[in-house]
């Protein structure tokens, strides 16, 4: 069983679950590696020391430069606010290291191009933590596109609906409110929820070639929590997008921060000659399947639990019918990636596939600004 020494960046939301993961991934899935908690790095010391004890990191940085030079890591974990991840990774391949990296890869398609590039000179393992193709529904769902189930596909939609910026109070900037500042986060509803739709959606309906889209940013001038001043607001609160594939299916996609009454409804619908499916965050082991071809008298929506196991990923963990939940995703991306370290191999989606949907989300915010439709495959 060879080691992989973990060392993490950052131990907010995303740090806890990817600490998670590097527990549980090797006692439910075995492969031939195994994680090591090695070392997390915070700029904070004693938080970082009350992270590691409760999660079981062996050590503590508060520089992660000094992380990345470490010769006992193998691999840096980045788990910080967008505006780091692009030094961070260029840094940590550039030292021979393996890289996961929170998403949405960079700031912009310009940054992630570099991090394809030195990842990829380095020749290191390298994956992006989009984390909802390992909801075993949502893997269900491209298993049955893949058997061609659905047909010819028409429609895609998506939506991820949040209600948590509608107070013009909320400040922007600082910790927990990073996501409001552009210069921290690169864009607003865009980056964040929205690339998890596109992701999704190219993983499931292939590649993306032109977008046409709409933002509106809501509340124009907030406090920022770090200099106390009113400062104008220049992220996207609101994104609103139409887009075609490759393969000549049309989409809809749609995300905010202003849907009152929804926490984190991400929900995608995709329509074929022959079937659909509906997905909804909310509902996550269930997955709505409509098939046509089903005797007249009882077609109609079905329910799958997705839990027995003979579905994605559920073999590994309970006795069929006991649902699991979102932290399993992390689980499951882990597994995976060491599952791609034993075949050599990246595990999906790596920094490729992570620039893809930066040019996509890119396109989107430059045809808000343009008017027009705007190429989704490349760099303007
Ligand atoms: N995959 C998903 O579903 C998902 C969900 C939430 C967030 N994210 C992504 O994960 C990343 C982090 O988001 P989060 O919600 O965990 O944020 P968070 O604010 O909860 O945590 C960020 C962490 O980074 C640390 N940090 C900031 N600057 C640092 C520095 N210079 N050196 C070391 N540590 C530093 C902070 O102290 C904090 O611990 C973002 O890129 C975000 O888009 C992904």
Redesign the pocket.
């Known amino acids: 069983m060879k080691k992989i020494n973990i060392g993490l960046?950052?131990?907010?939301?995303?740090?806890?679950?990817h600490s998670n993961a590097f527990r549980q991934a090797p006692v439910f899935f075995k492969h031939g590696h195994q994680p090591v908690l090695k070392a997390v790095?915070?700029?904070?010391a004693e938080?970082a020391q009350a992270f590691a004890q409760n999660w079981g990191y062996e050590s503590v940085e508060?520089?992660?430069r000094k992380l990345i030079a470490r010769s006992d890591i193998d691999l840096i974990d980045?788990?910080?606010?967008?505006n780091?991840?692009f030094e961070m990774a260029i840094e940590a391949a550039k030292a021979g290291k393996m890289v996961m990296c929170?998403?949405?890869l960079a700031m912009n398609a310009a940054e992630a191009e570099q991090m394809v590039s030195a990842v990829e000179k380095a020749k290191v393992p390298n994956m992006v933590?989009?984390?909802?193709r390992r909801v075993p529904a949502v893997t269900l769902a491209k298993q049955l596109i893949d058997q061609g189930k659905l047909g010819k596909i028409f429609h895609y939609r998506a939506k991820f609906l949040q209600d948590w910026t509608i107070n013009a109070d909320v400040p922007q900037g600082g910790?927990?409110t990073?996501?409001l500042d552009a210069s921290v986060?690169g864009s607003g509803v865009t980056?964040?929820l929205l690339a998890?739709c596109i992701d999704t959606a190219m993983w499931l309906n292939g590649g993306i070639d032109t977008v046409t889209a709409a933002t509106e940013t809501f509340v124009k001038e907030r406090k920022h929590a770090v200099t106390g001043k009113m400062q104008e607001v220049k992220i996207d609160d609101a994104s609103a997008v139409l887009a075609r594939f490759t393969n000549g299916s049309l989409a809809t996609f749609e995300s905010t921060r202003y849907a009152r009454g929804h926490k984190a409804l991400y929900t995608f619908e995709i329509n074929g000659e022959n079937a659909s499916i509906f997905w909804d965050l909310h509902d996550l082991h269930r997955l709505q399947y409509f098939d046509y071809r089903d005797a007249s008298v009882t077609r109609g929506w079905r329910s799958i639990h997705v839990s027995d196991g003979d579905q994605p990923y559920m073999k590994n963990w309970w006795v069929p019918g006991l649902q699991i939940g979102y932290e399993h995703t992390?689980t499951h991306q882990f597994a995976d990636f060491v599952a791609g370290l034993d075949e050599g191999k990246n595990a999906a989606p790596d920094f490729r596939d992570g620039l893809k949907t930066d040019y996509v989300t890119d396109a989107i915010l430059r045809s808000a600004q343009s008017g027009r439709w705007e190429n989704a495959k490349g760099r303007a």
């Open positions: 960046i950052g131990y907010g939301f995303m740090g806890r679950t790095c915070g700029r904070n938080q508060t520089d992660w980045i788990a910080t606010p967008n780091l991840h929170e998403k949405p933590w989009y984390n909802y910790t927990g990073w996501r986060s980056g964040d998890h992390f």
